[in-house]
C-alpha cells in the first residue's frame, strides 16, 4: 500500500470515442504533477456510461497516452493495489457504498416515477423556478416503500443534503489550487440522484467512491466540473471521509470568443496529430503550454524539464485558446533537432503510407540516399507527412508538371532548347556530385549571360514538377545523372509536342 504521504493522481477518461486535446491536457498536468512529486500517475476508465462506451475507445485513449509517452503507474493494463480500474467492474462496491449511506441515514431510497419527477419539474417552471427535488421520499415508512416495491417501482438512491451536511445551511467552500477558495451555498442543492434505478451509480457518486479508495490526494481537472465539486464534496461528507485536494485547470478554448475546443476550431483527436506527424515532444512540449507557464519567454521545454518546474502553482486561471500556429511552429523545431537518422526513422513510415517506398526494401545504399534527401529537404517540413509533398519525384517518375510551374517556367520561349543545352552539360559533368554540378550550372547561366533563376526553375520544374523544394544541385545529385537527364528529355518531348501539335 502506498505510503501516506505519497502524491496519487489519476485522470478518469470516458471512453466514448477518441482522446481529444482537452483531456490530454488534463492528462498531462496530472502525469506532470506526479512525476514532478514521485507520486502515482493512476489511470481509471469512466464507463458507467455502458452504451456510449467501448472497448476500441478505451485502446484508443491507451494507445494515445502511450504514444505522448505517459505512463500510468496503476489503471487498466498493468493492474494495481486499488483495482479494477474500470467503473462497470466495481459496480458492486458502489452498491455497497450507496446501501451503508442509506443504513446511516445519508441517502434514500426514491420511488418517484419519471412522469412524477416531470410533473414536478413542469410545477417549478410555472412558477419560474429551478427544479429542485422537494424530499418526497425523504421520509417513506417501512410500509410505504413495501407498497412502492410490490408496485414494481424500482427506486434510485439520493443523498440527503442535510443529513450530509449537517444542516441545510451554510457554505461549501472548495479550497481550489488554482481558482482559490470558490464558495456555493448548500441552499443551492437538492437530494440529488446518486445510484439510479438501473443500479448504475451517476458519475459524482463512482467519482467520490473511487477517488476515496483509490487514495487520489489530488484531483486535477478541468474547470468545466467545477460545478460537480460541491456534489462530490457533500457525498465525501456523507461518507466521513477528507475530500482530496482539488485543482480546477483552465480549459482548452478554441477561439478567443471563449468556447471551448471543438471539431469546428480544427481536429481535437490526439490520434490525428499522431497521423499527421506531429511528435510526441512538441505535442507535449505544446499541451504543457495551454494553461500552464514558467516564465514568458521560455518555449521550449524537453519532458525532463516540464517534469522538473511543472506545479499547480503556475498554472493560470484563465482558458487558454489553441493556437495551430503555434503547434507548428515548435513541431518544426522538434523534428530539426532530431539528428538525420532519427529524422530518417520518423518519416519512413509516411513514405511507406503514401506508397513511395517500402521498408523491407531499404538496403545500407538507399538508406544512405534516404538520408540524403531528409537532409537536403532541410527545415522545410512543419509535420512528418509534409516528407511526402517535399520528395516523392526522387521515388517515383510519374509526376505532373504543376501548373505554376508550366505557366511561370517551362511554356516560356527558348526554355526547350536551353534544357537541350544542360542535358548535354550534366551529360559531361564529372563527378556527378552537387558542387560539379552547381560550377557546371553557373558556369553556363554566366556564359549565356542569363539570369541564374531563368535557368535554374525550368531545370527545376523539369527534374521535380515543382516550382518548390530541395536545393536543386542537391536534387540533381540525388536524382542521378540518369533520371535527371531522362526527365530533362522528357520535359523537352513534352513541349515540342505541345508547339507542333497545340
Ligand atoms: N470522466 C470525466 C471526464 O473525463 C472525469 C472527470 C474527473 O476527473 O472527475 O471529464
Same mark, same amino acid.
Given at each position: 500500500?502506498?505510503?501516506?504521504?505519497? =502524491?496519487?493522481?489519476?485522470?478518469?477518461?470516458?471512453?466514448?470515442?477518441?482522446?481529444?486535446?482537452?483531456?490530454?491536457?488534463?492528462?498531462?498536468?496530472?502525469?506532470?504533477?506526479?512525476?514532478?512529486?514521485?507520486?502515482?500517475?493512476?489511470?481509471?476508465?469512466?464507463?458507467?456510461?455502458?452504451?456510449?462506451?467501448?472497448?476500441?475507445?478505451?485502446?484508443?485513449?491507451?494507445?494515445?497516452?502511450?504514444?505522448?509517452?505517459?505512463?500510468?503507474?496503476?489503471?487498466?493494463?498493468?493492474?494495481?493495489?486499488?483495482?479494477?480500474?474500470?467503473?462497470?467492474?466495481?459496480?458492486?462496491?458502489?452498491?455497497?457504498?450507496?446501501?451503508?449511506? =442509506?443504513?446511516?441515514?445519508?441517502?434514500?431510497?426514491?420511488?418517484?416515477?419519471?412522469?412524477?419527477?416531470?410533473?414536478?419539474?413542469?410545477?417549478?417552471?410555472?412558477?419560474?423556478?429551478?427544479?429542485?427535488?422537494?424530499?418526497?421520499?425523504?421520509?417513506?415508512?417501512?410500509?410505504?416503500?413495501?407498497?412502492?416495491?410490490?408496485?414494481?417501482?424500482?427506486?434510485?438512491?439520493?443523498?440527503?443534503?442535510?443529513?450530509?451536511?449537517?444542516?441545510?445551511?451554510?457554505?461549501?467552500?472548495?479550497?481550489?489550487?488554482?481558482?482559490?477558495?470558490?464558495? +456555493?451555498?448548500?441552499?443551492?442543492?437538492?437530494?440529488?440522484?446518486?445510484?439510479?434505478?438501473?443500479?448504475?451509480?451517476?458519475?459524482?457518486?463512482?467519482? =467520490?467512491?473511487?477517488?476515496?479508495?483509490?487514495?487520489?490526494?489530488?484531483?486535477?481537472?478541468?474547470?468545466?466540473?467545477?460545478?460537480?465539486?460541491?456534489?462530490?464534496?457533500?457525498?465525501?461528507?456523507?461518507?466521513?471521509?477528507?475530500?482530496?485536494?482539488?485543482?480546477?485547470?483552465?480549459?482548452?478554448?478554441?477561439?478567443?470568443?471563449?468556447?471551448?475546443?471543438?471539431?469546428?476550431?480544427?481536429?481535437?483527436?490526439?490520434?490525428?496529430?499522431?497521423?499527421?506527424?506531429?511528435?510526441?515532444?512538441?505535442?507535449?512540449? +505544446?499541451?504543457?503550454?495551454?494553461?500552464?507557464?514558467?516564465?514568458?519567454?521560455?518555449?521550449?521545454?524537453?519532458?525532463?524539464?516540464?517534469?522538473?518546474?511543472?506545479?499547480?502553482?503556475?498554472?493560470?486561471?484563465?482558458?487558454?485558446?489553441?493556437?495551430?500556429?503555434?503547434?507548428?511552429?515548435?513541431?518544426?523545431?522538434?523534428?530539426?533537432?532530431?539528428?538525420?537518422?532519427?529524422?530518417?526513422?520518423?518519416?519512413?513510415?509516411?513514405?511507406?503510407?503514401?506508397?513511395?517506398?517500402?521498408?523491407?526494401?531499404?538496403?545500407?545504399?538507399?538508406?544512405?540516399?534516404?538520408?540524403?534527401? =531528409?537532409?537536403?529537404?532541410?527545415?522545410?517540413?512543419?509535420?512528418?507527412?509534409?516528407?511526402?509533398?517535399?520528395?516523392? +519525384?526522387?521515388?517515383?517518375?510519374?509526376?505532373?508538371?504543376?501548373?505554376?510551374?508550366?505557366?511561370?517556367?517551362?511554356?516560356?520561349?527558348?526554355?526547350?532548347?536551353?534544357?537541350?543545352?544542360?542535358?548535354?552539360?550534366?551529360?559531361?559533368?564529372?563527378?556527378?556530385?552537387?558542387?560539379?554540378?552547381?560550377?557546371?550550372?553557373?558556369?553556363?547561366?554566366?556564359?549565356?549571360?542569363?539570369?541564374?533563376?531563368?535557368?535554374?526553375?525550368?531545370?527545376?520544374?523539369?527534374?521535380?514538377?515543382?516550382?518548390?523544394?530541395?536545393?536543386?544541385?542537391?536534387?540533381?545529385?540525388?536524382?542521378?545523372?540518369?533520371?535527371?537527364?531522362?526527365?530533362?528529355?522528357?520535359?523537352?518531348? +513534352?513541349?515540342?509536342?505541345?508547339?507542333?501539335?497545340?
Amino acid at each position: 500500500m502506498g505510503r501516506t504521504d505519497e =502524491v496519487r493522481v489519476r485522470i478518469a477518461p470516458a471512453p466514448t470515442g477518441h482522446m481529444h486535446l482537452g483531456n490530454a491536457r488534463t492528462a498531462l498536468f496530472n502525469w506532470l504533477f506526479a512525476r514532478h512529486h514521485g507520486g502515482k500517475f493512476i489511470v481509471r476508465i469512466d464507463d458507467t456510461d455502458l452504451e456510449r462506451s467501448s472497448e476500441e475507445a478505451v485502446k484508443a485513449i491507451l494507445d494515445a497516452l502511450r504514444w505522448l509517452g505517459m505512463d500510468w503507474d496503476e489503471g487498466p493494463e498493468v493492474g494495481g493495489p486499488y483495482g479494477p480500474y474500470i467503473q462497470s467492474q466495481r459496480l458492486d462496491i458502489y452498491r455497497e457504498y450507496a446501501k451503508k449511506l =442509506v443504513e446511516g441515514g445519508k441517502a434514500y431510497y426514491c420511488y418517484c416515477t419519471k412522469e412524477e419527477l416531470d410533473a414536478m419539474r413542469e410545477e417549478a417552471r410555472k412558477r419560474g423556478r429551478p427544479f429542485k427535488y422537494p424530499g418526497k421520499c425523504r421520509n417513506l415508512t417501512p410500509e410505504e416503500r413495501e407498497r412502492f416495491e410490490r408496485e414494481g417501482r424500482r427506486p434510485t438512491i439520493r443523498l440527503n443534503v442535510e443529513a450530509a451536511w449537517g444542516s441545510r445551511e451554510g457554505k461549501i467552500v472548495v479550497h481550489d489550487l488554482v481558482l482559490g477558495d470558490v464558495e +456555493f451555498d448548500v441552499k443551492e442543492f437538492d437530494d440529488f440522484i446518486i445510484m439510479k434505478s438501473n443500479g448504475m451509480p451517476v458519475y459524482n457518486f463512482a467519482t =467520490v467512491v473511487d477517488d476515496y479508495l483509490m487514495r487520489i490526494t489530488h484531483v486535477i481537472r478541468a474547470s468545466e466540473h467545477l460545478s460537480n465539486t460541491p456534489k462530490q464534496i457533500l457525498i465525501y461528507k456523507a461518507l466521513g471521509v477528507e475530500p482530496p485536494k482539488f485543482a480546477h485547470v483552465p480549459m482548452v478554448l478554441g477561439s478567443s470568443k471563449g468556447e471551448k475546443l471543438s471539431k469546428r476550431h480544427g481536429a481535437v483527436a490526439v490520434e490525428w496529430y499522431r497521423d499527421q506527424g506531429y511528435l510526441p515532444e512538441a505535442m507535449i512540449n +505544446f499541451l504543457a503550454r495551454l494553461g500552464w507557464s514558467y516564465d514568458d519567454k521560455e518555449e521550449i521545454f524537453t519532458v525532463e524539464e516540464l517534469i522538473e518546474k511543472f506545479d499547480l502553482d503556475r498554472v493560470g486561471r484563465s482558458g487558454s485558446v489553441f493556437d495551430i500556429n503555434k503547434l507548428n511552429w515548435l513541431n518544426k523545431q522538434y523534428i530539426m533537432m532530431m539528428p538525420l537518422s532519427k529524422r530518417t526513422d520518423a518519416v519512413i513510415p509516411f513514405l511507406e503510407r503514401a506508397g513511395l517506398i517500402k521498408r523491407e526494401e531499404i538496403t545500407p545504399e538507399k538508406r544512405r540516399w534516404l538520408e540524403k534527401i =531528409v537532409e537536403a529537404v532541410g527545415d522545410r517540413m512543419t509535420t512528418l507527412a509534409d516528407i511526402v509533398d517535399y520528395t516523392y +519525384f526522387f521515388f517515383t517518375d510519374e509526376f505532373e508538371y504543376s501548373e505554376e510551374g508550366l505557366r511561370k517556367w517551362l511554356s516560356k520561349e527558348g526554355v526547350p532548347e536551353m534544357l537541350e543545352e544542360v542535358k548535354e552539360l550534366l551529360a559531361g559533368v564529372e563527378p556527378f556530385e552537387r558542387g560539379e554540378i552547381e560550377r557546371a550550372l553557373r558556369g553556363y547561366v554566366e556564359g549565356k549571360g542569363l539570369k541564374a533563376i531563368r535557368v535554374f526553375q525550368p531545370i527545376r520544374v523539369a527534374i521535380t514538377g515543382k516550382t518548390v523544394g530541395p536545393g536543386l544541385f542537391e536534387t540533381i545529385e540525388l536524382l542521378g545523372r540518369e533520371r535527371t537527364l531522362g526527365r530533362l528529355e522528357r520535359a523537352i518531348r +513534352f513541349l515540342k509536342g505541345r508547339t507542333e501539335n497545340p
